[in-house]
Antibody, heavy 118, light 108 residues
Framework: EVQLVESGGGWVQPGGSLRLSCAASGFTFSTYWMSWVRQAPGKGLEWVANINQDGSEKNFVDSVKGRFTISRDDAKNSLYLQMNSLRVEDTATYYC???????????WGQGTKVTVSS | QSALTQPASVSGSPGQSIAMSCTGTSSDVGGHNHVSWYQQHPGKAPKLMIYDVSNRPSGVPDRFSGSKSGNTASLTISGLQAEDEADYYCSSYTSRGVFGGGTKLTVL
């Protein structure tokens, strides 16, 4: 079964850091682009970042550039999102998603919740 | 990049057909055939329903169909069922990903 499982969410104060992880199983992880997508409470989906198969290409939404980094470890079938200098507006459920091709997200994790609050 | 434009809500009665739109620009929706649609029930992860404008992944009922004209893509659901009530999001290929604001479908 193709599966993505996120972890690492929680509560953090503004300015703090968190590292999200996404464990993939049931498919050849190293052959796919991967993305992080977030959803603020009561709001719509927002694409956050993606990374290509060998990690040489990474893209970010403007609002997180310079604060978030995305990485992957194909040996561990894992995707990561390092979030620094967190802001209240980063509060959201963060989903890991597999990109089958052309920004088509065919597999999603269950999400991990991040709350940034003082 | 700007989000794609979707109506905030649509509604229909069981058995009816509804359509919802997703409007972008020639740089995204109108520039290629890589438009996808996602269904999201409350508290759940999104689910891919349509990709490449009109293709259905395995397991998605054929009541769901997609189309595109110019810079506007559309999702049509025929024979509405109660379980179709959900939020629907469109997305278009770009190097950095973009979603529509979402449409809440209410089955009356």
């Amino acid at each position: 079964e193709v599966q993505l499982v996120e972890s690492g969410g929680g509560w953090v104060q503004p300015g703090g850091s968190l590292r999200l992880s996404c464990a993939a199983s049931g498919f050849t992880f190293s052959t796919y682009w991967m993305s992080w997508v977030r959803q603020a409470p009561g709001k719509g989906l927002e694409w956050v970042a993606n990374i290509n198969q060998d990690g040489s290409e990474k893209n970010f939404v403007d609002s997180v550039k310079g604060r978030f980094t995305i990485s992957r470890d194909d040996a561990k079938n894992s995707l990561y999102l390092q979030m620094n200098s967190l802001r209240v507006e980063d509060t959201a459920t963060y989903y890991c998603a597999r990109d089958r091709a052309w920004s088509t997200f065919d597999t999603w994790g269950q999400g991990t919740k991040v709350t940034v609050s003082s | 990049q700007s989000a794609l434009t979707q109506p905030a809500s649509v509604s229909g009665s069981p058995g009816q057909s509804i359509a919802m739109s997703c409007t972008g620009t020639s740089s995204d929706v109108g520039g290629h055939n890589h438009v996808s649609w996602y269904q999201q029930h409350p508290g759940k992860a999104p689910k891919l329903m349509i990709y490449d404008v009109s293709n259905r992944p395995s397991g998605v009922p054929d009541r769901f169909s997609g189309s595109k004209s110019g810079n506007t893509a559309s999702l049509t659901i025929s024979g509405l069922q109660a379980e179709d009530e959900a939020d629907y999001y469109c997305s278009s290929y770009t190097s950095r990903g973009v979603f529509g604001g979402g449409t809440k479908l209410t089955v009356l």
